[in-house]
């Protein structure tokens, strides 16, 4: 019995064995090189099950999705002869099969042909502006132009780039404090700059708007004196109308007047009867 069970198990290994020789399969994230005896045959693309000639055909495969090159960072000299130190990637594809199996047969050697290509295209690329363009102002248009570039000469390893990224440019470490030291003092001596300016600007708006509200001021002193002075000739000019039209009444109401101001005084006031003012008073007694 027990030897029935491994004769079933070593034929079931067999027939494994066999159908793997003669069928093979594809996923759709894939492609495959068949070689015969170490000669190219043909390329499958088509995922799915496929037949190959048993213990002379081989399947090598390839993969269709997009890769990723992680290059080590280097140090570039710019167009002003100052180090940089850049950080970079890059997306590429298999666009050739046969030709990338025939040049550089796996990913890790296209991934050394890929970092040489591109060093060298960012070192042109970068040796051609200066610091502040490859950081900052140019570096979108930069990486545009090694990607182009670069997919090129990748196109004779059947490679296509599709994006090369520049993820880091920073100064060497030697230099780095110094350059940061600089970059620091050049922004203390702007913020300086504009502090001072902001404090000359202050000055002349308070001085103009305190001349302003002088003026204002002085203006408005003016006016109103122009405008009481003004009233007090209109009061003046109708009292005057006002007395010629009864002068004696007026007289009566002015002596009234002033015996009002002594009404509720405790001053006891004596006035000889000769005084304009009882004058009034004898005319109403009948005297």
Same mark, same amino acid.
């Given at each position: 019995?027990?030897?029935?069970?491994?004769?079933?198990?070593?034929?079931?290994?067999?027939?494994?064995?066999?159908?793997?020789?003669?069928?093979?399969?594809?996923?759709?994230?894939?492609?495959?090189?068949?070689?015969?005896?170490?000669?190219?045959?043909?390329?499958?693309?088509?995922?799915?099950?496929?037949?190959?000639?048993?213990?002379?055909?081989?399947? &090598?495969?390839?993969?269709?999705?997009?890769?990723?090159?992680?290059?080590?960072?280097?140090?570039?000299?710019?167009?002003?002869?100052?180090?940089?130190?850049?950080? /970079?990637?890059?997306?590429?594809?298999?666009?050739?099969?046969?030709?990338?199996?025939?040049?550089?047969?796996?990913?890790?050697?296209?991934?050394?042909?890929?970092?040489?290509?591109? #060093? /060298?295209?960012?070192?042109?690329?970068?040796?051609? &502006?200066?610091?502040?363009?490859?950081?900052?102002?140019?570096?979108?248009?930069?990486?545009?132009?090694?990607?182009?570039?670069?997919?090129?000469?990748?196109?004779?390893?059947?490679?296509?780039?599709?994006?090369?990224?520049?993820?880091?440019?920073?100064?060497?470490?030697?230099?780095?404090? #110094?350059?940061?030291?600089?970059?620091?003092?050049?922004?203390?001596?702007?913020? @300086?700059?504009?502090?001072?300016?902001?404090?000359?600007?202050?000055?002349?708006?308070?001085? #103009?708007? @305190?001349?302003?509200?002088?003026?204002?001021?002085?203006?408005?002193?003016?006016?109103?004196?122009?405008?009481?002075?003004?009233?007090?000739?209109?009061?003046?000019?109708?009292?005057?109308?006002?007395?010629?039209?009864?002068?004696?009444?007026?007289?009566?109401?002015?002596?009234?007047?002033?015996?009002?101001?002594?009404?509720? /005084?405790?001053?006891?006031?004596?006035?000889?009867?000769?005084?304009?003012?009882?004058?009034?008073?004898?005319? @109403?007694?009948?005297?």
């Amino acid at each position: 019995m027990r030897t029935f069970m491994v004769f079933i198990v070593l034929l079931g290994a067999l027939g494994v064995f066999g159908v793997n020789q003669f069928l093979y399969t594809i996923d759709q994230t894939e492609q495959a090189i068949i070689t015969r005896l170490g000669e190219y045959q043909r390329t499958e693309v088509s995922p799915g099950l496929h037949m190959k000639t048993p213990f002379l055909e081989k399947v &090598h495969r390839l993969e269709k999705r997009l890769l990723r090159f992680d290059a080590q960072p280097a140090e570039f000299l710019t167009g002003e002869k100052k180090a940089l130190v850049i950080d /970079s990637f890059a997306r590429y594809r298999i666009i050739a099969p046969r030709t990338f199996f025939e040049v550089v047969r796996t990913e890790p050697e296209a991934a050394a042909r890929l970092e040489a290509i591109i #060093s /060298s295209e960012i070192r042109e690329e970068v040796a051609t &502006h200066n610091q502040i363009e490859v950081i900052r102002d140019r570096r979108e248009a930069l990486m545009r132009d090694v990607t182009a570039r670069s997919d090129i000469k990748a196109r004779e390893f059947g490679i296509q780039v599709v994006d090369v990224r520049i993820v880091g440019a920073d100064f060497p470490t030697e230099v780095a404090a #110094s350059v940061y030291q600089r970059m620091q003092s050049e922004r203390t001596r702007i913020a @300086n700059r504009f502090r001072a300016e902001g404090v000359e600007q202050k000055d002349t708006i308070e001085a #103009s708007a @305190n001349l302003e509200a002088r003026t204002i001021a002085a203006d408005a002193a003016e006016q109103a004196a122009k405008i009481r002075g003004e009233g007090e000739a209109e009061a003046i000019r109708i009292l005057g109308e006002s007395i010629s039209q009864d002068t004696e009444f007026y007289a009566f109401v002015r002596s009234l007047e002033a015996l009002n101001e002594f009404r509720d /005084s405790d001053t006891t006031l004596v006035l000889p009867d000769t005084t304009e003012i009882f004058k009034y008073i004898k005319s @109403n007694s009948g005297e």
